[in-house]
């Protein structure tokens, strides 16, 4: 039994991770943590507990809290023109039955403590939550299995700057410190993300084979993908199709054999008036810096992702 904790943002994109972590038999989410980004904590954190429901997944998951400020206390906007006022496309979901626990930093510690080892954390939003957990306990970092997060790209183009990743520059400097904490750590970010698509017939075949329990979920995921086709239409020219990043990101830390990672020592700009703000800086060198390695996942089996993401619910 895989053990993970899943920080993020619950937007569109995280939720249908959500829900394909929920599925998973092998798996159990310890804790899903809050943060700020698609939209608020505390909406982020609503939205996850609406996912757990829809999914049904038969056991209690803790939902926590976590920080609606960067590390330097910055209050950034949502990208309610992605993800919808509410951050999952403006579905309307019932509320959900339980509430949101406090506090999502002190959760992340606990938790590592109590499973040393064997604990896997899948960041799909900004890392401020971990970033905070560090300055409060650092020995963490040893004590986590392995960190796997959305974010950054090497190769491809930034999508909130010329080199630049929503997530990393979204709070670049926790992004740095975590990158450089010494984590065992799988970066997934748009040099895949951006080229493993979602289309139209996947979608119509989820529709059509969704298994009884799953109809409620293909239906939520296809009026969810409404909003992000038309956005990733307006902002990429892309044609009934949306690129699957935390998804991807779930997939290869659930289902490693997809992705081929190198490894490079990394750091993030950090310099707010540089153009390259929120880079995630790969050394390639032959003498690189010396700062911790993180694996780089630059290619994936992107047909198989996609399948693997779509036959959970069929």
Not at 167 to 195: H, P
Not at 277 to 298: F, H, K, S
């Amino acid at each position: 039994m895989k053990k993970i904790i899943i920080d993020c943002d619950t937007g569109i994109d995280d939720a249908l991770a959500l829900l394909y972590a929920l599925k998973r038999k092998d798996v159990r989410i310890m804790a899903i943590t809050s943060t700020f980004g698609n939209c608020s904590a505390l909406q982020s954190a609503i939205n996850s507990l609406k996912m757990i429901e829809l999914a049904n997944p038969g056991y209690f998951i803790p939902v926590y809290v976590g920080s609606e400020y960067t590390y330097d206390g910055k209050k950034t906007p949502y990208s309610t023109f992605v993800h919808g006022d509410n951050g999952i496309g403006d579905v309307l979901l019932p509320q959900p039955q339980n509430e949101p626990q406090q506090n999502a930093v002190d959760a992340l510690i606990d938790i590592i403590k109590e499973n040393p080892y064997e604990i896997t954390i899948v960041a799909l939003g900004r890392l401020t939550n971990i970033a905070l957990a560090l300055d409060k306990a650092p020995e963490i970092v040893h004590l986590v299995k392995q960190l796997v997060f959305m974010g950054g790209t090497i190769y491809h183009c930034g999508n909130v700057g010329p080199l630049s990743e929503a997530n990393i520059a979204g709070d670049a400097i926790s992004s740095k410190i975590v990158l450089e904490a010494g984590f065992n750590a799988i970066q997934v970010g748009l040099d895949i993300t951006q080229s493993t698509l979602l289309t139209r017939n996947d979608l119509d075949y989820l529709l059509k084979n969704a298994r009884s329990e799953n109809k409620a979920i293909a239906n939520y995921i296809n009026q969810s993908m409404v909003k992000y086709f038309q956005f990733n239409h307006e902002a990429s020219n892309m044609i009934d199709c949306c690129p699957l990043h935390d998804p991807l990101a779930m997939l290869i830390a659930l289902n490693p054999q997809l992705a081929s990672i190198s490894y490079y020592p990394c750091t993030v700009e950090t310099n707010p008036e540089s153009i390259c703000y929120g880079m995630l800086v790969a050394d390639t060198r032959e003498n690189p810096i010396q700062v911790n390695p993180i694996g780089l996942a630059l290619r994936c089996d992107k047909r198989k992702a996609v399948d693997l993401l779509i036959s959970i619910f069929c």
